[in-house]
């Protein structure tokens, strides 16, 4: 089972990077480095044959967790976040919450193990219900920091088909 890129996917990357410059800088900590992140990020594609506008807005507390010696060996990422996608021709809109921890671990190798647990997305059609949902844990294997197609080794709960049901409700 292959991970397609998400926005927290992309926020991933991101914890990473942060972890690899606070390891630098954190020599002989042995305390959680915890900050908050705030969120407010527009974007749009064109993956449904039309043009899908989205903002996300919230923040994420980041910890950053160090061994003995200062290396930071995982952090742990809660989102509170909301995605909101609108359909510029038409103005309908559609929002989904995403809410839970990532915990990434660093391995010795250089390899990463991220568990993405909570809501990822929720595609909620007024009238319909939820269409679809990326909800529960998953867990992915990144071979190193430049590994863009990891392995998913875990999968629990409902991962269903989030840009096919996002494209068919915000449908011209």
Same mark, same amino acid.
């Given at each position: 089972?292959?991970?397609?890129?998400?926005?927290?996917? /992309?926020?991933?990357?991101? #914890?990473?990077?942060? +972890?690899?410059?606070?390891?630098?800088?954190? +020599? /002989?900590?042995?305390?959680? @480095?915890?900050?908050t *992140?705030?969120? @407010? &990020?527009?974007?749009?594609? !064109?993956?449904? /044959?039309?043009?899908? &506008?989205?903002?996300?807005?919230g923040?994420?507390?980041?910890? *950053?967790?160090? !061994?003995?010696? /200062?290396?930071?060996?995982?952090?742990?990422?809660?989102?509170?976040?909301?995605?909101?996608?609108?359909?510029p021709?038409?103005? &309908?809109?559609?929002?989904?919450?995403?809410?839970?921890?990532?915990?990434?671990?660093f391995? !010795? @190798?250089?390899?990463?193990?991220? #568990?993405?647990?909570?809501?990822? #997305?929720?595609?909620?059609?007024?009238? =319909?219900g939820?269409?679809?949902?990326?909800?529960?844990?998953?867990?992915?294997?990144?071979? !190193? $920091? =430049? @590994? =863009? &197609?990891?392995?998913?080794?875990? *999968?629990?709960? $409902?991962? =269903?088909?989030?840009? #096919?049901?996002?494209?068919? +409700?915000?449908? $011209?």
């Amino acid at each position: 089972m292959r991970f397609r890129r998400t926005f927290r996917f /992309g926020l991933i990357s991101a #914890a990473f990077s942060a +972890a690899l410059l606070l390891s630098v800088s954190s +020599a /002989g900590a042995v305390a959680p @480095d915890n900050f908050t *992140v705030e969120v @407010d &990020e527009s974007f749009s594609f !064109d993956a449904c /044959g039309f043009t899908i &506008e989205g903002r996300t807005t919230g923040f994420i507390r980041v910890h *950053v967790f160090f !061994d003995k010696d /200062g290396n930071s060996v995982g952090v742990i990422n809660n989102f509170a976040l909301k995605v909101t996608y609108t359909n510029p021709e038409t103005g &309908e809109t559609l929002t989904t919450p995403v809410f839970g921890p990532d915990i990434i671990t660093f391995h !010795d @190798d250089g390899s990463v193990t991220v #568990a993405s647990i909570g809501i990822i #997305a929720s595609i909620v059609v007024p009238g =319909e219900g939820r269409v679809a949902a990326q909800i529960g844990n998953i867990v992915f294997f990144f071979t !190193d $920091p =430049e @590994d =863009e &197609e990891p392995d998913v080794i875990f *999968v629990a709960g $409902p991962h =269903e088909g989030i840009l #096919a049901a996002l494209c068919e +409700a915000l449908a $011209p």
